[in-house]
């Protein structure tokens, strides 16, 4: 099918940047809308941004102007550039994606999910 491999995540002070990636591997007939999760310690998982084949982006309140999604779908590859970061931040940042999966000849619909990246923000 398809996996999704994220990496970029680390320790970081307060104020400081990190940049992920994301990148899609398998067998990918299309990948459509691409979005970047996390989930902090104790809460639920939350939508942080996401961004269309069309270039269209959207970010949650919390980290709009700090952050910026981008995708580079000749590598399929989706990054999150994260700058002034705050220790609110912190958390397991997830790769997700919405697309098409060939098997056999035959192309099925799927919601891909990567394994997670840790981003820890000090103050």
């Known amino acids: 099918q398809v996996q999704l491999v994220e990496s970029g995540g680390g320790l970081v002070q307060a104020g400081g940047s990190l940049r992920l990636s994301c990148v899609a591997s398998?067998?990918?007939?299309?990948?459509?809308?691409m979005r970047w999760y996390r989930q902090a310690p104790g809460k639920q998982r939350e939508l942080v941004a996401s961004i269309t084949t069309h270039g269209n982006t959207n970010y949650t309140d919390s980290v709009k102007g700090r952050f910026t999604i981008s995708r580079d779908d000749a590598k399929n590859t989706m990054y999150l550039q994260m700058n002034s970061l705050k220790p609110e931040d912190t958390g397991v940042y997830y790769c997700n994606a919405d697309g098409f999966h060939s098997t056999y000849g035959d192309v099925y619909a799927g919601d891909y999910w990567g394994q997670g990246t840790q981003v820890s923000v000090s103050s």
């Open positions: 398998g067998q990918l007939f299309m990948i459509n809308v």
